[in-house]
């Protein structure tokens, strides 16, 4: 019997990762008008500091942008950081449901060159050292994810469902 057991939680385990939804934070917020969750949306952002981008009702998309000081790393050392927000807001069911992500990236030539390693699923680099300083100024300034802020993701939604009670 408890070659079984340990069986069936072992597959449990396994499949638990098997059917997520998209990244971020996901909330349903009832019978509320989809357009007072989006304005409810906008007014948080902006309160937590938010700068944002674009705003599409009709899409129920928001994108907002704010810059963050944060600590040098050992690799990449110290570069510009900021956090983009981006907010969905859509009608499922009868339910009005709210997606938030807050993700954090980084910019630099040195984020870049630490990151294209990652870039791959294999330990074979998709870039050799000579494509890496080939390539252009611009290319070589842009902004690299590094991550997400799964607190502030957190805080964001519970304001949100303050405003909308």
Not at 20 to 29: F, H, K, V
Not at 122 to 146: D, F, G, H, I, K
Not at 147 to 165: A, C, F, V, Y
């Amino acid at each position: 019997m408890r070659p079984l057991a340990l069986t069936v939680v072992f597959a449990a385990a396994l499949f638990v990762g098997c059917n997520q939804p998209a990244p971020g934070r996901l909330i349903a917020c009832g019978d509320v008008e989809p357009s007072a969750a989006f304005e409810a949306g906008r007014q948080t952002l902006t309160m937590y500091g938010f700068d944002v981008q674009e705003a599409d009702v009709s899409a129920g998309s928001i994108t907002a942008v704010r810059a963050v000081d944060m600590p040098g790393e050992r690799i990449i050392g110290k570069s510009p950081a900021r956090q983009v927000a981006h907010m969905t807001v859509a009608r499922s069911n009868g339910n009005t449901m709210l997606s938030l992500e807050v993700a954090i990236q980084r910019q630099g030539a040195a984020v870049r060159t630490a990151l294209a390693a990652t870039d791959s699923y294999s330990s074979v680099p998709n870039y050799t050292s000579a494509e890496m300083e080939s390539l252009p100024a611009e290319q070589m300034e842009s902004w690299q994810r590094t991550g997400r802020d799964h607190k502030l993701e957190t805080d964001i939604i519970q304001d949100i469902r303050k405003r909308l009670q």
